[in-house]
């Protein structure tokens, strides 16, 4: 039977990214705590200001070129790391970019906005009552830039695609070499579940290399019940394309959504007391959207002892930095209320 790794191997991919991410062991957090934390840092993936969409999209863009494509068109919040690194990735790669972007109150020319907006990007805003009606809009765009003899090609939202999901597929071997190379035995791995599509690509790798680890999920935008259907969805694409079976075992996973908070892109004082955290404990930067809302989550479980001396819990990084600048009032708001002294503008 042909490896694993050689049949991620026969797939195209895009060179977007071009450094391997630090494990990092969080030697403060760690004593605070009373278990061993490392962070996986794919906040420092070198494309337009880090973060692990690029992982997804040199696998789904590689199944386009040679199409003839020239335009890619995607869709998000107005904060979207997505919509930022989809045009970052574009522009490499010679590409055009449209973004069809939801109205919020984040909507300021600022973070990752003011970064699609300097790479040219189109974007187009629309009203909608859910994030996720958002698909509709980017279709009918990609039927407009057709009309006008462009060759699109539409990403969903996150990037998440079976192909798409190859690329954590490939993060994740990444990760265990790491762990080897240090040897360090996990005893659980938390991660954003957003889409599901980075998550599930981390649950199946660690399966099909014997991690028997819970791989913990910290939902920032769905419900436990539709995060459980994305897992299968993805566990079955994945399947299919790495040629495996889709009944083999998933093994202990666990996925908690009591940390969203209002809704999606809406922070916590839990998310900004996490970033608060990390930063003032390790000089590493959260974001509001997703991973502070994830390492919250983490903490929390901290906090009721889940974690004893002697444990070894890793925690997936996923990028999102920029979106900081764009929540900057909300942020001077929570660090007022914890005492942070700000001089006067």
Request: with cysteine; glycine share 8%.
């Amino acid at each position: 039977m042909i490896s694993f790794e050689e049949t991620l191997s026969q797939y195209p991919k895009e060179n977007l990214t071009n450094r391997t991410t630090p494990l990092e062991h969080l030697k403060h957090l760690s004593k605070k705590l009373n278990f061993d934390l490392f962070v996986k840092r794919d906040d420092l993936t070198d494309l337009a200001l880090g973060g692990d969409k690029p992982l997804k999209l040199e696998y789904e863009i590689a199944t386009v070129r040679g199409q003839g494509v020239d335009i890619l068109v995607t869709c998000g919040s107005s904060q979207s790391n997505h919509a930022r690194l989809t045009a970052a990735a574009a522009r490499k790669l010679g590409m055009e970019c449209a973004v069809v972007l939801s109205r919020d109150k984040w909507q300021a020319t600022q973070g990752n906005l003011l970064i699609v907006y300097l790479m040219g990007a189109q974007v187009k805003v629309v009203d909608v009552e859910d994030h996720w009606d958002l698909e509709k809009h980017a279709l009918d765009l990609c039927k407009s830039l057709k009309s006008q003899g462009y060759h699109p090609h539409y990403i969903p939202v996150s990037g998440t695609t079976p192909h798409g999901c190859l690329g954590y597929v490939r993060g994740s071997l990444e990760i265990m070499d790491q762990l080897a190379a240090k040897n360090i035995t996990l005893d659980a791995v938390y991660s954003p579940f957003g889409t599901g599509g980075t998550f599930c690509s981390l649950l199946f790798t660690f399966r099909e290399k014997g991690f028997t680890c819970p791989v913990i999920g910290i939902s920032v935008n769905r419900k436990k019940e539709e995060c459980l259907v994305n897992v299968d969805k993805w566990w079955n694409g994945l399947c299919d394309l790495m040629k495996r079976d889709p009944h083999h075992p998933k093994g202990a996973y666990e996925i908690y959504d009591e940390f969203i908070g209002e809704d999606y892109g809406e922070p916590t004082e839990a998310c900004f007391d996490a970033m608060m955290t990390m930063a003032q404990s390790e000089g590493i930067l959260l974001d509001p959207v997703y991973s502070g809302k994830a390492f919250s989550g983490l903490l929390d479980h901290a906090k009721t002892g889940r974690w004893k001396a002697g444990q070894n819990v890793l925690f997936l990084h996923s990028g999102g930095t920029p979106a900081i600048f764009a929540y900057h009032d909300k942020i001077e708001q929570h660090l007022r209320k914890r005492g942070v002294v700000i001089a006067p503008r």
